[in-house]
């Protein structure tokens, strides 16, 4: 590991007069301060090494987005992208920016604090986007900051956060979040109408918010659903109906425990990045940029998919089934009972929203990895289980089944969700975070 020590490094014609044991409590006295200013001082396992400053405010970055503010993953995938962004920019300036800066690239000598940078560019973001949460992370902020030394070095990280949370926050301003578009209800066969047993509409604006990175929420456009009078279709429907039914009899045990596992609103990908980035001994720079290159794809695929939605406003399978006798499928039946597995989401069917950010999430992590074949697992509160996977492409197959499972989503909408999931992160890859000469 290289190590930059800077003003630390003692003269060597001083160094050779000391004893050994003065000159070696000089430089670990040296190093704990030089390496609070380095990604590298918190690689995971170093017996210097602080707790990852990125994984902790991941950490109560979740805690504000989710448990205080009740944010769906449709919405919380905006609040997550933007203060992994500001946290990337900021540690990556402060390592000497060898890796393509997003917004900003303050100029730095290395040797600032990045646990105080990362911490205020979390702060403040997360202050600008929930400020009745304002008392609270206010707190938090202070006691994150009361651990790390005082001196040149946490003041300099704090201004090192303070720009990139500034640049986040002014890119975001006025980018169609929470505006006011609504589904169209539909009264037509295949077209969407709200489902029970809420019968609620939400979410529609997600589709016109500006993308982080890809130019446009419609350039992965597909050719839509199946025709209503299509074998596809058919099967499709024939599918959902009979595995992902309430009372199904086909669905096994394991199926039903990874549709609810899959459909917590915590989303357990929040908990698996931070597994794979101790698991995986990253560094702080490393962290910093695995988390923005996955929360920014996850965010612009979620856009694009309720992009999608919004053009083929497609009707839910409930919806579907029930009314499958106007149709014009001879091949499907109506079942005015059914009922699915799973609470059915306020918005259309094509595609699935999950499918997309998972697919996203996963391809991100293969591209960083550059590999597949890294096992992690998951904790879900709501089915009580823990699911472990071999590989990221394991954990995409398993929830495009899962939805149907669920009886919340037709393949075809699960597939095609996967696809726009993996060509948003094929342009991000392609487009930032890349490595400069």
């Given at each position: 590991m ?5 003003a630390?490094?003692l003269?060597?014609?001083?160094t050779?007069?000391l004893?050994?044991?003065?000159a070696v ?8 301060v ?10 995971s396992g170093?017996?210097?090494?602080a707790p990852?400053?990125?994984v902790?405010?991941d950490r ?5 987005i989710y ?7 449709q ?17 990556n300036?402060i ?7 997003y917004?900003?690239?303050?100029r ?9 940078a ?12 929930f ?5 609270r ?8 900051l ?5 001196g040149g070095?946490?003041?300099e990280?704090i201004?090192i956060?303070?720009?990139t ?7 975001r301003?006025d980018?169609?979040?929470f505006g006011?578009?609504?589904w ?15 019968f609620?509409?939400?979410g529609?604006w997600?589709g016109?918010v500006?993308?982080?990175v ?13 025709a ?11 599918e ?8 199904s ?6 199926q039903?425990q ?14 698996i990045?931070r ?10 720079l490393?962290?910093a ?7 920014l794809a ?11 939605k919004?053009?083929w ?5 409930v919806?579907a089934i029930?009314?499958?006798g106007?149709d014009?499928n001879?091949?499907?039946?109506p ?6 597995l ?10 699935s ?8 999430s ?8 550059g590999?597949d ?7 879900s ?6 699911r472990?996977?071999r590989?990221?492409?394991q ?9 149907v ?10 597939v095609a ?7 948003v992160t094929a342009y991000v890859v392609?487009h930032e975070f890349?490595s400069?000469?």
């Open positions: 290289h190590r930059s020590w800077g630390c490094a003269p060597p014609r001083k050779a007069r004893s050994v044991a003065v409590a000089v430089m670990v006295a040296c190093s704990a030089c390496w609070a200013g380095s990604p590298a001082a918190y690689a170093d017996a210097l090494a990852n400053p990125v902790v405010w109560n970055a979740q805690t504000a448990e205080v503010a009740g944010q769906p993953p919405v919380a995938g905006r609040s997550f992208a933007m203060v992994h962004g500001a946290v990337y920019d900021a540690v300036a390592a000497g920016t060898p890796y393509q800066p917004l900003a690239a303050p730095a000598t290395g040797r600032e604090s990045a646990s105080a990362v911490a205020t560019a979390s702060h403040l973001v997360l202050d600008a986007l400020p009745a949460q304002q008392d992370l206010r707190a938090q902020y202070d006691e994150a009361a651990e790390i030394p005082d070095a946490k003041q990280g201004a956060g303070t720009r949370a500034t640049a986040m926050i002014a890119a301003k980018d169609g979040a006011d578009q609504t169209p209800v539909g009264t037509l066969p295949g077209q969407w109408r709200p489902a029970p047993p809420a609620a509409s939400d529609a997600v016109h500006k993308p982080f890809i130019p446009s929420a419609s350039m992965f456009r597909t050719s839509g659903p199946p209503l009078t299509s074998r596809r279709y058919a099967r499709d429907l024939n959902v109906k009979e595995i992902g039914s309430a009372t009899t086909v669905r096994t045990a394991d039903t990874a549709a609810i596992w899959w459909h917590d609103r915590r989303l357990t990908e929040w908990e990045k597994q794979l980035a101790t698991t995986q001994r990253l560094d702080t490393r962290t940029r695995m988390f923005a290159m996955t929360s996850e965010a612009d695929a979620t856009i694009a998919c309720f992009n999608e919004a053009a406003n497609f009707w839910r399978p919806t029930r009314l499958a106007a014009g001879p091949a499907t039946s079942d005015p009972g059914w009922t699915p799973l609470v059915t989401p306020p918005h259309p069917d094509y595609t929203g999950h499918a997309c950010f998972t697919a996203a996963m391809s991100a992590l293969t591209r960083f990895f590999r074949d890294i096992s992690f697992s998951g904790h509160a709501d089915s009580g289980t823990t472990h996977f590989s990221f492409s954990a995409l197959d398993e929830v495009i089944e899962a939805r499972w669920g009886g919340i989503h037709t393949r075809s909408a699960d969700g996967a696809g726009i999931g993996k060509n392609a890349r400069r000469p």
